[in-house]
């Protein structure tokens, strides 16, 4: 491919989603819709005759247009050279990454919780506990609370802004639910917990890596003795670009672009064993599970 060809394409795409989000807001003016609407359907994702986007089965409209803006406000970001590309996502764009975490709650409890040896059972005590790390607007937080009712969750982020969209995400849920889950503002390298959890839930992208490192550390001193860690990392192996595209992504959200043999390695050193990396259907991070040494 020559550079002329990357321009070429580039465009298209950055074009497309911007389309994408004046269609899927419905709110500019009526002929920035319609040329943006023709553009969808010269795609075939606009149904001219229904006045709609097609196959939207898991997503409103609107979330189709806060993921488009999301990729554009990330990418915009990087090209003014401001470094923030995480932080320069909309509110909007921010809960929709929230709502697509939180499925991994269920994905959990029904793919991944089979095979980890007395988890379960510790999940269904009464004063179970579980860490999300980077909880950010706090849905995945609230969703492992909807999916296990004995469960209490803390969530620790470093950003205020998306300390105070975990705390609206709460607002909205039956107290029942809110009343355990509870949000921090920390970094998870000066984590210090004295009462243990059962389960940690760790997303490596998004974490600088000197944080992962010395969190790494603090998480194993902080998990009790049979609990689970799970460290959420990228995929990469399959396909030179995509692999490229991952890293790149990653290092520009100040995150740390780990597969799972350094996830492993760097499990191994903290203090956990029984380290595995678990296939996870396309699209979703990797998964490496580790564990804390149970009491003899
Ligand atoms: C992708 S977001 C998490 C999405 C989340 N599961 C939800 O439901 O919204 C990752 C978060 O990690 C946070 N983060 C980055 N470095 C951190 C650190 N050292 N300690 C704690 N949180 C951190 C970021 O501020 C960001 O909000």
Redesign the pocket.
């Known amino acids: 491919m020559e550079v002329a060809d990357v321009l070429h394409r580039g465009e298209h795409a950055a074009w497309s989603l911007a389309a994408l989000t004046v269609v899927g807001r419905g709110d500019g003016p009526p002929a920035l819709m319609r040329s943006a609407a023709e553009l969808l359907a010269a795609l075939g994702v606009f149904d001219t005759a229904d006045g709609a986007l097609r196959g939207l089965e898991h997503s409103t409209p609107h979330q189709v247009a806060a993921q488009a803006a999301g990729t554009l406000f990330k990418t915009a970001a990087v090209a003014r050279g401001d470094g923030a590309a995480?932080s320069a996502q909309t509110d909007e764009a921010l809960r929709a990454?929230?709502r697509a975490?939180?499925q991994g709650a269920r994905a959990f409890a029904q793919l991944a919780l089979p095979s980890m040896p007395d988890l379960a059972r510790a999940l269904e005590r009464p004063g179970a506990r579980m860490l999300d790390?980077?909880?950010?607007?706090?849905?995945?937080a609230v969703a492992y609370a909807e999916v296990f009712p004995q469960l209490r969750v803390l969530g620790?982020?470093?950003?205020d802004r998306?300390l105070g969209l975990a705390r609206q995400t709460l607002a909205e849920v039956p107290d029942e639910i809110a009343q355990r889950v509870t949000f921090r503002r920390l970094?998870?390298?000066e984590l210090v917990d004295t009462e243990g959890f059962d389960l940690v839930w760790l997303?490596a992208p998004?974490?600088?890596e000197p944080?992962l490192r010395a969190?790494l550390r603090r998480l194993a001193d902080a998990t009790r003795p049979g609990g689970w860690i799970m460290v959420g990392h990228g995929k990469y192996g399959q396909d030179a670009v995509e692999d490229a595209l991952n890293r790149f992504q990653t290092v520009t959200y100040g995150g740390t672009p780990l597969d799972g043999p350094t996830a492993t390695a760097w499990l191994h050193d903290a203090g956990f064993d029984s380290t595995r990396t678990v296939p996870t259907p396309p699209g979703s991070p990797a998964i490496t599970f580790a564990r804390r040494t149970p009491r003899a």
């Open positions: 995480w990454q929230g975490s939180a790390v980077g909880t950010g607007v706090g849905a995945l620790i982020d470093v950003l998306s970094d998870v390298a997303p998004f974490i600088p944080a969190g």
